[in-house]
């Protein structure tokens, strides 16, 4: 009687084990991955390229699956932005990431993802931009306006690197420096081919002078550029002034001629009277 017991359970035990065997696929065991059975997306060009690979979306269900393409962290573009992947097949679906002319050289990050009503799945993309990394800088178009004394400029990143700029200004006046703050960064980066128009605040410029005023920029591995500008300052209590002052000048020395004017006349008249018989 044990022994048919016995017997018994293993019989159980066996059709169970042929039971789960034999039972389809779930709808979670669906799978997205890139071509080739690669763990990641790897794709490498030069910037202004279009780069291309291939997704495998795997459907091993009894049912037609939906799956909604998108990518993240890169300019990623699908043949198919929603994909059905018939029961028991695999469906592969090529994509495209484009390298915009501006990207620098170095390596990117992003992610495909695939998504379905039960679950989503996220594959990694890795780029690799491929260039001479070069750090050039620009300052230009360098203005002083004489009523506030504002400086503008513009800064151009002339390379193929992010830069994260800094700025030194100094002025010179006719009796000497006028201006002259440090180096000290500024608060932006700027990316390959881009262009800021900046301003500085100098709240206290001359009242009364001609000055040359020198802007240098510079970046981390990139050469200091600089510019220049030229500027007259002229304010009406400024202008005030100096006429006052040129008025009283002139008066003191035409009082001064008149003096030895009259020193000399009297000197004479003196000598003539002398002369007298």
Known sequence: MRSAARSGLVAAATALVGAVAAAPPGPRDWTAAPAAGRPYAYLEGPAGSVLQDTLSLTNPGARPLTVRLS???????????????????????????????????????????????????????????????????TVEG????????????????????????HLAVHAEGVLGTVLDRPDRPLPLTLRPGERATRTEPWPDPPALDSVTVRLT????????????AEASFASSPALTGAAGLLLAAAGGGGYAVRAVRRRGKSRTQRTSAGATP
């Not at 800064?155 to 193929?160: A, E, H, P, W």
Request: proline share 10%; aromatic share 2%; hydrophobic share 40%.
């Open 71 to 137: 990518g993240q962290g890169a300019p990623v573009s699908f043949a198919a932005r929603t994909v059905t992947v018939p029961a028991r097949t695999r469906a592969d679906v090529p994509f495209a990431v484009t390298v915009t002319a501006d990207t620098p050289p170095g390596e990117l990050r992003g992610t495909v993802r695939a998504t379905a009503p039960d679950r989503e799945v996220r594959v990694d993309l890795r780029l690799r931009v491929s260039g001479p990394r070069l750090a050039a800088l």
């Open 142 to 165: 360098v203005h002083v306006d004489t009523t506030t004394g504002t400086l503008r400029y513009t800064l151009v990143n002339r390379g193929t690197t992010v830069l994260a700029p």
């Open 217 to 228: 920029v510079g970046a981390p591995g990139a050469a200091p550029a600089t510019a220049r």
